[in-house]
């Protein structure tokens, strides 16, 4: 098992606690996803996990190889699962599988860190993610497809104030990791928790 496998299965655990642990009005809360309620951020966390590599490709062609429709069908096709289904199936994918094991596991720890923040923050969770998590969770959301964080950090120079993380070069932004990696995301949620002659470049790029 590879280091960034062992990462992601941390995460997946840790995912798996935090929902074991919510209400029933917390799975329906709204998160930080626009749209998307809490179950179903979860839902699509886990929603490539069971797919084959034919299924896999079968759900990219009905959502035209557009990223937001391609996630709405996994969300709509576990709509009918219910919270103890899907955090015994969160449990269940620890390791994860198919799509999300790629890469050495590396899509599922960077969207489970950033989805199990999109849960946290709208239902008041804090989180303290374990420093050498986040670290390579910051990394690997620089150039991954899906979050496009080099994009929007591009001629800015982000910096960490609570782990030994920066990059780049040019107007400062500086904040929790966590809040850097949510920014990369394009969370303005995170926005008031950083600082620095860059911040309102990146929350235009952000709200672009």
């Known amino acids: 098992m590879t280091d960034t496998m062992r990462l992601a299965c941390a995460e997946r655990e840790d995912f798996a606690n935090l929902l074991a ?7 329906e809360h709204p998160s930080l996803c626009e749209r998307w309620r809490v179950r179903d951020v979860v839902a699509h966390v886990l929603s490539y996990d069971e797919l084959s590599r034919w299924e896999l490709v079968r ?5 035209g190889l557009v990223p937001d429709r391609i996630n709405a069908i996994g969300v709509a ?20 599988r198919g799509l999300m094991s790629a890469f050495g596991g590396m899509p599922a ?5 950033i989805h199990q923040q999109d849960i946290r923050r709208p239902l008041g969770i804090p989180r303290a993610i374990p420093p050498k998590r986040l670290q390579r969770v910051l990394d690997f959301a620089l150039r991954a497809p899906a979050v496009r964080g ?3 950090a591009r001629g800015l120079r982000l910096v960490a104030t609570d782990v030994d993380w920066s990059h780049g070069r040019g107007e400062e ?4 990791g966590e809040a850097l990696l949510m920014a990369m995301a394009a969370r303005p949620d995170a926005l ?17």
Request: net charge positive; hydrophobic share 35%; charged share 20%.
């Open 150 to 152: 080099a994009w929007r």
């Open 21 to 27: 642990g919510l209400s029933p009005p917390q799975w």
């Open 173 to 176: 932004v500086s904040g929790p």
């Open 77 to 96: 096709e576990y709509a009918a699962r219910s919270p103890e289904q899907l955090t015994e199936l969160m449990r269940a994918c620890i390791p994860p």
């Open 192 to 208: 008031n928790q950083l600082s620095g002659a860059g911040k309102e470049i990146l929350a235009q790029r952000i709200n672009r």
């Open 109 to 113: 720890l960077v969207d489970g860190t």
């Open 59 to 63: 759900r990219f062609l009905k959502g």
